[in-house]
C-alpha cells in the first residue's frame, strides 16, 4: 500500500475512534431550580412600603455571564463541568428569583422592570456562584452577591449590602448540588430583603 494511502488510512481510522468506535461523547444536561412555590399566607391589606420597585437585571462577574457551573479546589482556579449547565446563565436564574422573593414578601406595593415608573429601583452583582469541594467526599455552595437600592428619581442609594451564604451539599450527586444551590440563593436574597426592610424604614418619606 501506498505510504500516502496509508497515512489517509490511518487519519480516517483515528477520526473514527473520536467521533464513535471508542469515546463516546455523554449527553449535557441541563438544570434550573423548582418553579416558585408561594408560601399560601394571606396576601397582607397593605404593603410594608406603598411604594413601586423597578428590578435591574443583575449583572456578574465573568466566570457567571455564561451556563457552565463552576466549581472550585482552590481560591487560584476555576473549574466548568462539561456536560453539567444552567438551563439559563445565573444571572438571569438569580435575578428572576430575587423577583419572585421580593415580590411574595409584600414589601413593596409591586415589583417591575427596571425601566417602569417606579419609586425604588433595586440592582445587584453575583461576584460568587460556585460549588466548593472542602474535602474528598463532601462540598459546600457558597454564593456572594452585591445589591443596592436606589430612589428612583435622583438614583441615591439608601443602601447597599454584600451578602454571602453557604449551603452543605448533601451528596456529591449533581441533583443534591442544584438543591444546596437554590438553599444558598433563597437565604441569601432573604437576608437581603431584611436589609432592605430596615434601610426603607429609616427613610424620610418612605411610607408616603
Known amino acids: 500500500m501506498q505510504p500516502k494511502r496509508l497515512l489517509i488510512l490511518l487519519s480516517l481510522c483515528f477520526l473514527a475512534t473520536l467521533t464513535g468506535c471508542g469515546a463516546k461523547i455523554p449527553p449535557t444536561h ?102 466548593w469541594y472542602i474535602e474528598q467526599h463532601s462540598s459546600e455552595i457558597r454564593i456572594e452577591i452585591r445589591y443596592q437600592l436606589q430612589e428612583a428619581e435622583d438614583e441615591r442609594t439608601i443602601w447597599t449590602e454584600t451578602i454571602a451564604t453557604k449551603a452543605t451539599t448533601p451528596s456529591l450527586e449533581i441533583l443534591g448540588t442544584i438543591q444546596a444551590f437554590e438553599t444558598a440563593l433563597q437565604q441569601n436574597i432573604r437576608q437581603a430583603i431584611t436589609g432592605m426592610e430596615h434601610a426603607l424604614a429609616h427613610t424620610d418619606g418612605a411610607g408616603d
Open 30 to 131: 441541563y438544570y434550573t431550580f423548582a418553579p416558585y412555590a408561594e408560601s399560601g399566607a394571606q396576601q397582607p391589606a397593605a404593603a410594608s412600603v406603598p411604594a413601586m420597585l423597578g428590578l435591574a437585571a443583575f449583572d456578574a462577574d465573568a466566570p457567571y455571564q455564561q451556563d457552565k457551573i463552576v466549581f472550585r479546589t482552590s481560591p487560584y482556579e476555576v473549574n466548568f463541568y462539561e456536560y453539567h449547565k444552567w438551563l439559563r446563565p445565573p444571572t438571569d436564574i438569580v435575578t428572576e428569583t430575587v423577583r419572585q422573593q421580593v415580590a411574595a414578601s409584600w414589601l413593596f406595593r409591586a415589583v417591575q422592570d427596571d425601566d417602569a415608573r417606579t419609586d425604588y429601583l433595586l440592582r445587584g452583582r453575583i461576584l460568587m456562584f460556585d460549588q
